[in-house]
């Protein structure tokens, strides 16, 4: 069982690690997390060069508060855990020789001890997105908001996941990773990198997927389930059950899933926040915990709650980062619900989904950003999320994931 992370850490954790991105498709894209610049050149659209296999089927896992997938990597293969990220792009793990890493619990990835490890080749389609070092190896560096970064070589590996025939695993070759061998700052110890899977050429997704198997689905299990595994599906072994709503894909700021966000409602009433409020979207991000709004709609959001709470004279708890929370007072019954109206859709957030609780207090498990808003993991809790990449769009709904993806 995943330890829980202590309630402020929690709250504060945002580790969409990858997706800021310099001289990529805007400069202008925001951190889902820490702010990251990925130093590569422009990338096209449409590059897959292989084929996505629909009988993987890769366990996500509840780990301290992140959700997290295993892949093996390397010939002969080893273990690794990645966290779990739609706000990312190139996925890596740390690499030896390392000239500083942070501690994780299993060995680093050792590329001499790999047969099918190789650089990334410069007549590789990939190698015109990085730049190259005097010695001919493709470079990314990795910047973190926080202070933290990352940087590595470019490189090809095998990757493999479970399949849907019980024991077997299916291998996907040739996949374009960083292998990261300079790193600041600390990272839990049962991780070893980040699996990118956002809109990229350079995600996981991207990669692999031709336009039939863009497509991928979860449903996250909440935090307080005793059963912290579920299952990622791909291409026609996505479920697309009756009851989702769906919303189309913005395409004109970043790679990430962005959709076009109109009001927000608190338990049935209209916050009538201006238009042009939410100019950049509303990102769908499994790698950051909590979620995000805007400032001038958080602000307006802690107004209307502030009122709710007074009306039954619940005592506000004062916290460090200025998070709205208040005595969790076990008779207590009356919390709001939160709807994000969506164009097309929208998206219902009940209490488990809006709050966080401990034994003596619940805090609101949305942060205030200066033009960020995001819907994180924390409330996509229950929450069938289907990405069609292919027909530019995002469903949900939600459902009881451990009766159907229980991995």
Not at 22 to 35: I, M, V
Not at 239 to 267: A, C, P, Q
Not at 299 to 315: A, G, Q, S, W, Y
Not at 339 to 346: A, C, P, R, Y
Request: charged residues 20%.
């Amino acid at each position: 069982m995943a330890k829980q992370m202590p309630f402020l850490l929690f709250i504060a954790l945002h580790l969409a690690l990858l997706n800021s991105c310099s001289n990529s498709l805007s400069s202008s894209s925001e951190p889902t997390g820490f702010s990251v610049k990925l130093i590569r050149k422009n990338i096209a659209q449409n590059t897959s060069i292989y084929y996505f296999p629909n009988t993987i089927h890769p366990r996500i896992t509840l780990t301290n508060s992140l959700y997290t997938i295993e892949a093996n990597i390397g010939t002969p293969s080893t273990k690794k855990t990645f966290i779990f990220d739609t706000g990312s792009e190139l996925t890596w793990t740390q690499c030896t020789p390392c000239v500083n890493c942070f501690n994780q619990d299993s060995p680093l990835f050792d590329p001499k001890k790999s047969t099918s490890y190789k650089k990334l080749p410069p007549h590789h389609p990939y190698a015109r997105f990085f730049n190259r070092s005097n010695n001919g190896d493709s470079n990314f560096h990795l910047l973190y908001r926080t202070g933290e970064s990352s940087s590595g070589i470019v490189s090809t590996e095998s990757f493999s996941f479970p399949s849907d025939k019980r024991g077997s695993r299916e291998i996907v070759k040739g996949l374009v990773f960083g292998c990261a061998n300079n790193q600041k700052g600390k990272f839990a110890g049962s991780i070893t990198g980040v699996m990118g899977m956002n809109r990229s050429p350079l995600s996981l997704v991207g990669q692999v997927g031709a336009k039939l198997s863009q497509k991928f689905s979860y449903c996250l299990p909440p935090i307080t389930s005793s059963v912290k595994t579920t299952l990622l599906r791909f291409g026609n072994n996505v479920k697309t059950g009756r009851g989702l709503r769906e919303t189309s894909f913005i395409n004109n700021i970043d790679y990430n899933y962005r959709v076009n966000l109109l009001d927000i409602s608190i338990s049935g009433r209209r916050l009538n926040l201006p238009n042009g409020t939410f100019t950049r979207g509303c990102m769908i991000d499994v790698g950051s915990t909590g979620g995000y709004l805007e400032a001038r709609a958080y602000n307006e959001v802690v107004r209307v709650l502030t009122r709710h709470f007074e009306r039954f004279k619940l005592p506000r708890v004062d916290v460090q980062g200025g998070l709205l929370c208040y005595r969790n007072v076990r008779a207590f019954r009356n919390y709001p619900n939160m709807v994000f109206h969506f164009q097309g859709g929208d998206f219902e957030i009940g209490k488990e989904n809006l709050f966080h609780f401990s034994s003596v207090r619940f805090c609101l498990a949305m942060q205030k950003h200066d033009e960020k808003t995001a819907l994180g993991s924390f409330q996509q809790q229950n929450v069938r999320v289907v990405y069609d990449i292919g027909n530019q769009k995002v469903m949900f709904g939600k459902e009881e994931c451990l009766l159907w993806d229980r991995g």
